[in-house]
């Protein structure tokens, strides 16, 4: 829509740490290339939401957000297009 600001909404589950973990989202195209970083920070919760308003600023085309949560790691793919 127009005037609105697109954004990348994440909800990560954090695996138990009693004293934190350190987490990291970053976004890459196909490539590998670092797109741009969601959150680098330490967090002492389990179910964290975080949002990303940088979105607006990618082409369209296929995304991958890598997660890395002590020593938890994932990706998931995404798509933009508008």
Do not use: C
């Not at 934190?20 to 939401?49: A, C, P, Q, W």
């Amino acid at each position: 829509m127009r005037g609105e600001k697109e954004h990348l909404v994440l909800l990560v589950v954090l695996p138990y740490a009693p004293e934190g973990i350190n987490v990291r989202i970053r976004i890459f195209d196909l490539h590998g290339r670092l797109m741009g970083t969601v959150v680098k920070t330490h967090e002492e919760g389990s179910y964290i939401v975080y949002k990303w308003d940088k979105l607006g600023r990618l082409p369209n085309g296929q995304y991958v957000a890598k997660l890395e949560a002590g020593e938890q790691r994932s990706s998931r793919r995404f798509t933009v297009a508008r």
